[in-house]
């Protein structure tokens, strides 16, 4: 089964403190995408990646920053976490698109990020 | 920034009932997808439709794209509890990004 593997399913952060949320890919997909998800509010696209090293703001990048060295990990960085930042975390990733193709999204199990 | 507007948010029903939720847009999308999402747990996808007008059937769930490509249903029959869950429609706009809409949460119970 392929997957999207996120390492930590719950996390507590102060304020202020430098946060990494990591995710890990096993598919050979060249795109991944940071999104966070609020009642009410849907999935907001924060960043994606279409390849190593390669990054793209999303619709909500403030605050946030990634990380893509190896095709198979994107990290998201949370350079001064703050309470608004308290959210659900997930990472998603895709094949590139092929001529006349849409492929749908393999999403992460989340990370639930409380910041106090 | 494109926009999907979903209704009902909220839809608690009894096994066994039928029940529709909707999908609209402003915008044209190239295609659209619907997903499921149960808690604790990230969205699975559960189909894709790219043609206006297309129909796809995945067993008890039909999905509809309309025919202007800015809007889509999902119409569930005799619903079950395993049925329950978060239901999320995406559209596809530029390259290869989704736009998610807000939800329509679904519980359906004994």
């Known amino acids: 089964d392929v997957k999207v593997t996120q390492s930590s399913r719950y996390l507590v952060k102060r304020t202020g403190e430098k946060v990494f949320l990591e995710c890990v890919q096993d598919?050979?997909?060249?795109?991944m995408f940071w999104y966070r998800q609020d009642p009410g509010l849907g999935l907001r696209l924060i960043y994606f990646?279409?390849?190593?090293?390669?990054?793209e703001k999303g619709d909500i990048p403030e605050g946030y920053s990634v990380s893509r060295e190896k095709k198979e990990r994107f990290s998201l960085i949370l350079e001064s976490a703050s309470t608004n930042q308290t959210s659900m975390y997930l990472c998603?990733?895709?094949?590139?698109?092929?001529?006349?193709?849409?492929?749908?999204?393999?999403f992460g199990s989340g990370t639930r990020l409380t910041v106090v | 920034t494109q926009l999907l507007e979903q209704s009902p948010q909220f839809l608690s029903i009894q096994e066994g009932e039928n029940l529709t939720v909707y999908c609209n847009s402003s915008?044209?999308?190239?295609?659209l997808q619907w997903y499921r999402q149960e808690p604790g747990e990230g969205p699975v996808l559960l189909v894709t439709?790219?043609?206006?007008?297309e129909v796809k059937k995945l067993k008890r769930l039909t999905f509809q794209f309309g025919d202007a490509r800015k809007d889509s249903s999902l119409h569930i029959t005799a619903a079950q509890p395993g049925d329950t869950g978060l239901y999320l429609c995406?559209?596809?706009?530029?390259?290869?990004?989704?736009?998610f809409g807000t939800g329509t949460r679904l519980q359906v119970t004994l």
């Open positions: 995406a559209g596809a706009g530029t390259a290869s990004k989704l736009t």
């Open positions: 998603a990733s895709r094949v590139r698109t092929g001529e006349g193709g849409f492929y749908g999204y393999t």
């Open positions: 598919m050979d997909h060249e795109n």
């Open positions: 990646s279409y390849d190593v090293k390669m990054k």
């Open positions: 915008s044209v999308f190239s295609s």
């Open positions: 439709v790219v043609t206006g007008g």
